[in-house]
C-alpha cells in the first residue's frame, strides 16, 4: 500500500474529527465539567483536528463574551483528561480514545481582518479601476 504524498487530512481524519467534535460539545453543553470558568462560559467548538493515528485531537474553540480566552483555554486544558474520560460512550467505536488538547480558534479574527482589508478604500479604488477596464 502505498502512502498519500499529500498533507491534507483524510477523510477518516475528518470523519472522526467531527465525531470528537460533537461529542465534546455534549459534554460541555450538559454542564459535566465542573470548573466556574467553563460553567459560566459559552464555547464554540469550530474544528477537530486529528492525528493520523487518531490518538491526538486538536479542538479549536472561542470562548464567546469573554475578552481573555487563555484563562478559559487553560481551564479546558486543565480539564481535558475529564473530557477525554466522558467521551467514551459517545466515541465507543474507536480502538484508542484521543487525547485531547484544545487551542484558542484565531480563524474569526483572521476573517476579520481580510473582510476590513476588502472593504479599505484602497482596495475599493482598485477594484473600480479594474470594473472600468473590463467595461471597455
Do not use: W
Amino acid at each position: 500500500m502505498t502512502r498519500a504524498t499529500s498533507s491534507a487530512p483524510s477523510q477518516r481524519m475528518l470523519r472522526v474529527g467531527e465525531q470528537v467534535r460533537a461529542a465534546i460539545t455534549q459534554v460541555l453543553q450538559r454542564g459535566e465539567v465542573r470548573d466556574p470558568l467553563i460553567e459560566k462560559t459559552v464555547i464554540s467548538i469550530s474544528e477537530v483536528r486529528m492525528s493520523p493515528d487518531l490518538k491526538h485531537a486538536t479542538a479549536y474553540v472561542t470562548p464567546l463574551g469573554v475578552p481573555d480566552h487563555a484563562a478559559v483555554i487553560e481551564a479546558l486544558n486543565r480539564n481535558a483528561r475529564f473530557i477525554r474520560g466522558r467521551l467514551g460512550p459517545q466515541l465507543r467505536q474507536m480502538k484508542y480514545m484521543p487525547e485531547v488538547r484544545f487551542r484558542d480558534d484565531t480563524s474569526f479574527d483572521n476573517y476579520k481582518k481580510i473582510d476590513e482589508l476588502l472593504r479599505s478604500p484602497e482596495v475599493a479604488r482598485d477594484l473600480d479601476d479594474t470594473d472600468e477596464e473590463q467595461q471597455k
